[in-house]
């Protein structure tokens, strides 16, 4: 499995930005895939999740405005981030699991990830 993320940047706050993380090597069903992020001195944190079947879980603090979606025809993930805040600035990775489940959870430890996409708000 090979997850690379790109559309990371530098924005200003109350900007948008769209990541995506191209996924090769993962089946089409059975997974969880997620967004985590680490903000430089700090922990990780778990972004959103989305299983194969497109139920979504978001972390409190991105509720209302980020969105993770995926193109299954693509093997491409998404997250969209609106009304983007200082306290977004973090390195942001893609993340997979192999699991049959009807829901994923971002406390869940995942076997996969990718390099990771600087987003800084300023």
């Known amino acids: 499995v090979q997850l690379v993320e790109s559309g990371g940047g530098s924005v200003e706050a109350g900007g948008s930005l769209r990541l995506s993380c191209a996924a090769s090597?993962?089946?089409?069903?059975?997974?969880?895939v997620a967004w985590f992020r680490q903000g430089l001195g700090k922990g990780p944190e778990g972004v959103a999740t989305?299983?194969?079947?497109?139920?979504?879980t978001y972390a409190d603090s991105v509720k209302g405005r980020f969105t993770i979606s995926q193109d299954n025809a693509k093997n491409t993930l998404y997250l969209q981030m609106y009304t983007l805040k200082p306290e977004d600035t973090a390195m942001y990775y893609c993340?997979?699991?192999?699991?049959?489940?009807?829901?994923?959870?971002?406390?869940?430890?995942?076997?996969?990830w990718g390099q990771g996409t600087q987003v800084t708000v300023s």
């Open positions: 993340a997979a699991v192999r699991v049959h489940t009807n829901f994923c959870s971002l406390r869940w430890s995942y076997s996969y």
């Open positions: 090597g993962l089946p089409a069903s059975g997974n969880c």
């Open positions: 989305i299983t194969s079947a497109g139920t979504t």
